[in-house]
């Protein structure tokens, strides 16, 4: 939306409140995508089962990686064949992303191409500011360490320094022992928060929470408002809600 403007109308596969995980999309979906020219595909799971679906239902439509050479193998907590999907939560990944968008639109409709490359300058310039943001932020934290259900945060932690302690380990909640372990780090690290999103079980966060004294609060890497999401992912990574 922000590079196309008004030349493009984009339709979301996974809608607020949708798990990327377990998503099936519906026919009235299905059928929206036979008007579409184009579909960005960032690696997220249900993309590793549609993708190849949807290329033999849609031969016209053109697919377009925006996660292509961008994930790393980073420890994450998502199991080792998997690749972490959330690169869209490191800015500077963002604005790799951004490129990406900006040469399939101009590829597309190339009459538009220089109304698309002054909206891709400036959201690139917006994503600057915004890194320095978070950089500033978490500067002034009292922390560096933060505690998670789902890994979803995982290159947000390695753009900015930080240490993302997960409670959840390939899909699957803690054992016995796992849970003494990350109750142990927690009260060594003096985790005061413990973040989970909407799409995830709560019950075993709030037992660890009230094992470490800790509370919980929601962060939602799927938040539409990207910047203001991230803004307060930071302040509240860093200490600077409480």
Do not use: C
């Amino acid at each position: 939306e922000r590079i196309g403007g008004k030349d493009v109308k984009v339709e979301v596969m996974v809608q607020p409140g949708e798990s990327p995980a377990t998503f099936n999309p519906k026919p009235k979906k299905m059928s929206r995508l036979a008007n579409s020219k184009l579909y960005f595909s960032i690696g997220v799971p249900f993309e590793r089962i549609w993708i190849s679906r949807l290329k033999a239902i849609q031969p016209d439509l053109k697919f377009i990686s925006l996660n292509q050479d961008l994930s790393s193998k980073i420890k994450s907590g998502h199991s080792q064949d998997k690749q972490d999907p959330h690169i869209w939560l490191s800015p500077l990944l963002v604005k790799k992303m951004v490129t990406g968008i900006e040469v399939a639109l101009s590829e597309e409709k190339p009459e538009r191409a220089e109304f698309f490359k002054i909206n891709h300058i400036t959201l690139a310039q917006e994503l600057d500011t915004l890194d320095q943001e978070i950089r500033d932020i978490l500067a002034n934290g009292k922390t560096r360490s933060f505690m998670v259900f789902h890994p979803a945060w995982s290159y947000f932690a390695e753009a900015y320094g930080l240490k993302q302690i997960s409670i959840e380990h390939n899909g699957k909640e803690p054992g016995p022992r796992t849970l003494q372990e990350i109750i142990n780090r927690g009260k060594k690290l003096h985790i005061k928060t413990i973040f989970v999103q909407k799409q995830f079980g709560l019950s075993v966060a709030k037992k660890i929470a009230k094992m470490i004294g800790a509370t919980i609060q929601e962060m939602d890497p799927l938040a539409e408002n990207y910047f203001e999401n991230m803004r307060q992912t930071a302040k509240a990574i860093s200490g600077a809600n409480h």
